[in-house]
Antibody, heavy 123, light 107 residues
Framework: QVQLVQSGAEVKKPGASVKVSCKASGYTFTDYYMHWVRQAPGQGLQWMGWINPNSGGTNYAQKFQGRVTMTRDTSISTAYMELSRLRSDDSAIYYC????????????????WGQGTLVTVSS | DIQLTQSPSFLSASVGDRVTITCRASQGINSYLAWYQQKPGKAPKLLIYVASTLQSGVPSRFSGSGSGTDFTLTISSLQPEDFATYYCQQLNTYPFTFGPGTQVDIK
């Protein structure tokens, strides 16, 4: 069965960077785009972008351009999301989420999600 | 960016009630809309995709409709496990955006 297991909670100071991992299992990692979505405490969901694990190609939301980097390590079926120059309003739960269909970026939503990683930014 | 508005923001309902949540897009998004259910402390769960297709394993009391700019999620007979927050997401145009959510609470 498909599983996405994320790294543990992080506490960072403003201006620092955080790197969250998402280890995939139960399917061929390189066949499905991986997206990242965040949710501030008590707030709604915000799409951050995706990575094509096959090519390493990425597509970031304009809001995060210049601060976010999505990478992958195909040898261990793991996707990463690094966010730099952290601010207090970056405090959120960060989720990885896998597309439904293989191949090109899909429009069907995300049937598989990681458990979330809480990132707290505080001085 | 495409803005999604949901109504109502909050609704109080009883077990067995028929519940309808609407999602309106600021511009046309064809049928590229998904609905999610989220319970406290959990990741969202995909219910409906491409506006009206029921995700595998989701009870048939959930249904979706709409295209263009106006969409609805209907729960035909609300069950105790359905009390949660519901989000719509458009996947037509980058950046993909979510609605602000509709919290469904017990009356």
């Amino acid at each position: 069965q498909v599983q996405l297991v994320q790294s543990g909670a992080e506490v960072k100071k403003p201006g620092a960077s955080v790197k969250v991992s998402c280890k995939a299992s139960g399917y061929t990692f390189t066949d499905y785009y991986m997206h990242w979505v965040r949710q501030a405490p008590g707030q709604g969901l915000q799409w951050m972008g995706w990575i094509n694990p096959n090519s390493g190609g990425t597509n970031y939301a304009q809001k995060f351009q210049g601060r976010v980097t999505m990478t992958r390590d195909t040898s261990i079926s793991t996707a990463y999301m690094e966010l730099s120059r952290l601010r207090s309003d970056d405090s959120a739960i960060y989720y990885c989420a896998r597309e439904m269909g293989p191949g090109a970026s899909d429009t069907s939503g995300y049937p598989f999600w990681g458990q979330g990683t809480l990132v707290t930014v505080s001085s | 960016d495409i803005q999604l508005t949901q109504s109502p923001s909050f609704l109080s309902a009883s077990v067995g009630d028929r519940v309808t949540i609407t999602c309106r897009a600021s511009q046309g998004i064809n049928s590229y809309l998904a609905w999610y259910q989220q319970k406290p402390g959990k990741a969202p769960k995909l219910l409906i995709y491409v506006a009206s297709t029921l995700q595998s394993g989701v009870p048939s009391r959930f249904s979706g409709s709409g295209s263009g700019t106006d969409f609805t999620l209907t729960i035909s007979s609300l069950q105790p496990e359905d009390f949660a927050t519901y989000y719509c997401q458009q996947l037509n145009t980058y950046p993909f955006t979510f609605g602000p959510g509709t919290q469904v609470d017990i009356k």
